[in-house]
């Protein structure tokens, strides 16, 4: 059975940083490209940023420069390290992964975490 943990959101002020992870648990996984999704109330959800098993990776526009997106197949983790925060930023983030279990594709969605920017 597949499960996927989020972890690392919070309260920060403008111009700190955040360090998402999610971790993807399971026997015999291969994760695919993982990324990072935010939705923010009102609005619909985005990418902020992917990443392929070869390495490629993708940001939205405003994440560049300020967000790096990173992986570990290893431990089936993949990370959000968030730089220079602003108001903008804030939202519920969510993991979300492609990939392999025993043989059988899936895909899945975290269950979101919080962050917010605030003075």
């Known amino acids: 059975q597949v499960q996927l943990v989020e972890s690392g959101g919070g309260l920060v002020q403008p111009g700190n940083s955040l360090r998402l992870s999610c971790t993807t648990s399971g026997s015999g996984i291969s994760l695919g490209t993982v990324g990072w999704y935010r939705q923010a109330p009102g609005k619909q959800r985005e990418l902020v940023a992917d990443?392929?098993?070869?390495?490629?990776?993708n940001y939205k526009e405003s994440a560049k420069g300020r967000f790096t997106i990173s992986r570990d197949d290893q431990k089936n983790t993949v990370d959000l390290q968030m730089n220079n925060l602003k108001p903008e930023d804030t939202a519920v983030y969510y993991c979300?992964?492609?990939?392999?279990?025993?043989?059988?594709?899936?895909?899945?969605w975290g269950q979101g975490t919080q962050v917010t920017v605030s003075s």
């Open positions: 979300y992964v492609v990939g392999v279990h025993d043989g059988f594709g899936f895909d899945f």
């Open positions: 990443i392929t098993r070869t390495g490629r990776t």
